[in-house]
């Protein structure tokens, strides 16, 4: 059974470019979250979907950063413009939460550097 | 607010000995989660454990135990008898009931190497 899937792995952009970091879950979850992680912050909360509908976007670091779920099975993180202080590793996560709290599923994570 | 704290940022120690990482975490809520993740150097992040607010047993897996005492708000981990593949960072994490299923709230992470 195929896990949470992200890509690019890696991404490497100069300042002012828009950035797409995209995010597979895995089938089934109706949960899928948003978040980075830097050394300074550690892992934040960005944003996250309950079947497909945002619930809470209080974590999106400004207007630059926006968030789709058109459909079950994808989810898009999109920087425009993006700055240096960007540069981080996003992580994209599933869960199915039928009753109490379940696990979450993490992707590999997208290495973003804005140069 | 819900806060978790791993005071510990890097730990090292040499394989075989055996390691606690601390985790101390707030919240209102007398209905929560807590859970461990283990990121190793590929960077995914591993599930560990989850354990409800109202199992206080501590739970053994292996080499691996942790101790979750709410009258000091801790849930620690302890590796016994470490070895290299333990390298990486653990995170412990709080999820609240309160509302519904809340997202989780992670600690900075403490760092482990395991020297040969």
């Known amino acids: 059974d195929a896990g949470v899937i992200q890509s690019p792995r890696h991404e490497v952009t100069e300042m002012g470019q828009e950035v797409t970091l995209r995010c597979k879950p895995i089938s089934g979850h109706d949960y899928l979250f948003w978040y980075r992680q830097t050394m300074m912050r550690g892992l934040e909360l960005l944003i996250y979907f309950n079947n497909n509908v945002p619930i809470d976007d209080s974590g999106m670091p400004e207007d630059r950063f926006s968030a789709k779920m058109p459909n079950a099975s994808f989810s898009t993180l999109k920087i425009q413009p993006s700055e240096p202080r960007d540069s981080a590793v996003y992580f994209c996560?599933?869960?199915?939460?039928?009753?109490?709290?379940?696990?979450?599923?993490f992707g590999s994570g997208t290495q973003l550097s804005v140069l | 607010a819900q806060k978790v704290t791993q005071a510990q940022t890097e730990i090292s120690v040499v394989e075989k000995e055996d390691v606690t990482l601390d985790c101390v975490y707030e919240t209102r809520d007398t209905t929560y989660y807590l859970f461990w993740y283990k990121q190793p150097p590929s960077g995914e992040l591993v599930f560990l454990i989850r354990r409800n607010s109202f199992d206080e047993q501590n739970e053994i897996s292996g080499r691996y135990s942790w101790n979750f005492q709410k009258s000091t708000s801790s849930f620690n981990f302890t590796i016994t008898a470490s070895q290299v593949v333990d390298s990486a960072v653990y995170f412990c994490a709080l999820s609240e009931a309160w509302s519904g299923n809340t997202p989780l709230v992670f600690g900075k992470g403490t760092r482990l190497s395991v020297i040969a």
């Open positions: 996560a599933s869960s199915l939460m039928a009753r109490g709290h379940e696990k979450l599923f």
